[in-house]
């Protein structure tokens, strides 16, 4: 696959990213939680609706309207950096991975610039565990990062070719 093709592919998955979240998030703002309360949909879990001013697991949830500005500028250099690297990328499940991240990324930052706060909806809990509400955007992030991660752990280096050298690879006197 040619990069601007890669490039397209990873574009491609933010967009996808994005779409699945916005209109996740309107169905559950705009109609399903019209009044807000819990919907048990399993045992394990609910539809909830709640608003997190900060980060993951609600990390620098400060009450100030200056908070979703910040979060979503820092937000907005970290996209600018995944795009400079995944233009760059030949690996087209690193850049899958980047446009999950990317995608996740600008969702939660057009919530911050819709409504001051990110909007969390999908509640999981199990065995004495409950998970703090989180959204698809969120999901892509967390599913771009472990991609990554599984590609730094497990995924083969690729080898240098040596064209025309005559150099069949193997150990020097072979």
Request: charged residues 15%; positive net charge; proline residues 6%.
């Amino acid at each position: 696959m040619t990069r601007p093709r890669r490039f397209a592919l990873g574009l491609g998955v933010a967009a996808a990213v994005v779409i699945v979240d916005q209109v996740s998030k309107w169905w559950i703002v705009e109609r399903v939680m019209t009044p807000p309360r819990v919907i048990p949909v399993t045992p394990f879990f609910n539809l909830v609706m709640g608003w997190n001013r900060g980060v993951s697991f609600g990390m620098f949830n400060w009450d100030s309207a200056a908070t979703a500005w910040v979060l979503s500028a820092l937000a907005l250099v970290i996209v600018a950096v995944l795009l400079a690297w995944m233009a760059k990328e030949s690996r087209e499940v690193v850049v899958a991975a980047l446009g999950l991240v990317i995608g996740g990324a600008l969702g939660n930052v057009i919530d911050r610039a819709r409504f001051g706060a990110v909007a969390d909806f999908l509640d999981f809990h199990a065995f004495g565990w409950h998970w703090p509400a989180f959204n698809a955007a969120d999901t892509a992030i967390s599913l771009g990062a472990l991609a990554l991660l599984a590609d730094a752990l497990f995924a083969r280096p690729d080898l240098p070719k040596n064209k025309g050298s005559g150099d069949p690879g193997g150990p020097p006197g072979a």
